[in-house]
């Protein structure tokens, strides 16, 4: 695909997440001809309005902008495209990089943690991050305060860090780490997956999480407490089979309560860098490490009466409680094909929600 504008304008139409843009994709072949089948689409799901989709201007607008700020936008399948993240099956159609694309092909390893971390959790972070460097490791974050802004310290010491960030390239988040994400847009890079002007909102947290986790080949999850939004990415990496690290704290401390819970449940026991390169699998650019996605759903493999029958069947099954899209799948008995279908039918029309993880939920009609 060679077509920026097209990619960009069927990215930003209402109602195509990720999961949606890869089903059109694999369905259509082109953004084109996606482009031009969803009213067809839409009208046959149900909806009498076609989904609202920017013009060819308005995404032209877009890349101009990203130019002005010095990003580099990259469309899954580009050959820039990080390897890790393209295995996620809701993998960003397209992210903005401020810096140097190519660290993004380079073996990386995440640490995340507490906004508000102790001073040794922060040294911990600053730390291992060092450490990581120095052993050939980008280390990426999430730019937040207490252990993210830590890690992207200690990274750049002596190597490269990676920012993923909640909101567009020019919404600086929070507004007092502005200097610390230019010293990595000029030492590493920045990655964004909202268009520029989008501030950072609870909604945007999971999607830049899940950009986290699927970086990565592992996750260090140092001071997380119950609830806390490193426990989301700790569940992506297991969901994206990746290794899931955790430094102890102690059992006093609120703020270590999720991340010693995690080494209950087996997360490697982690207090320094042999205990991280102990536990990581062989690197290879361009190699996946997760199981094989589904095939591809082909034109010729779409029959209209099984995918009615699945969409009508899966408004029954779903909730509003996000379910995993491989679990849906073991509990219909439609083909491959009818069931992607009828997911991204439902998602273009709005009747149910395509979340971070590869997890669906069912939208209550207003």
Do not use: W
């Not at 310290?153 to 502005?178: F, N």
């Not at 990565?216 to 990746?242: K, N, P």
């Not at 205990?275 to 095939?295: F, H, M």
């Amino acid at each position: 695909m060679s077509d920026p504008i097209a990619q960009l304008r069927l990215i930003r139409t209402d109602g195509v997440g990720p999961q949606t843009y890869r089903r059109l994709i694999d369905r259509f072949r082109t953004p084109a001809a996606a482009l031009d089948a969803l009213p067809g689409i839409a009208r046959n799901a149900g909806r009498a309005i076609a989904p609202a989709t920017p013009s060819a201007a308005q995404a032209q607008a877009e890349l101009d902008r990203h130019a002005q700020l010095g990003a580099t936008p990259i469309f899954l399948g580009d050959t820039l495209y990080p390897p890790l993240l393209a295995e996620l099956p809701d993998a960003p159609p397209m992210i903005a990089v401020r810096g140097d694309p190519a660290l993004l092909a380079r073996p990386t390893m995440a640490i995340v943690g507490a906004r508000n971390a102790s001073v040794n959790g922060q040294r911990i972070a600053e730390t291992l991050a060092d450490d990581l460097a120095k052993a050939g490791y980008n280390v990426v974050s999430g730019l937040a305060r207490g252990i993210d802004g830590a890690a992207h310290r200690g990274a750049l010491r002596t190597g490269y860090t990676l920012a993923a960030i909640p909101g567009g390239m020019d919404k600086i988040y929070p507004p007092e780490h502005a200097d610390l994400q230019a010293r990595i847009a000029e030492a590493g890079a920045v990655i964004a997956e909202s268009p520029p002007g989008t501030a950072p909102m609870a909604r945007h947290f999971p999607k830049r999480n899940r950009i986290i986790a699927g970086l990565a080949l592992g996750v260090v999850v140092i001071e997380a407490a119950h609830r806390s939004g490193s426990l989301i990415t700790a569940r992506m990496a297991l969901d994206y089979h990746r290794e899931l690290f955790a430094v102890p704290g102690s059992p006093l401390d609120a703020r270590c309560q999720g991340s010693n819970d995690l080494l209950r449940q087996g997360a490697h026991f982690t207090e320094n860098l042999t205990d991280i390169l102990a536990n990581l699998p062989t690197y290879r650019a361009g190699s996946g490490l997760a199981e094989p996605s589904q095939p591809p759903v082909l034109a010729a493999d779409f029959n209209e009466r099984d995918h009615e029958a699945a969409r009508t069947h899966l408004t029954e099954l779903l909730s509003a409680s996000p379910m995993p899209v491989d679990e849906i799948a073991r509990r219909c008995h439609f083909s491959p094909a009818a069931l992607s279908a009828a997911l991204m039918e439902l998602e273009l029309i709005g009747r149910i929600e395509a979340l971070p993880g590869n997890r669906v939920g069912l939208i209550a009609p207003v």
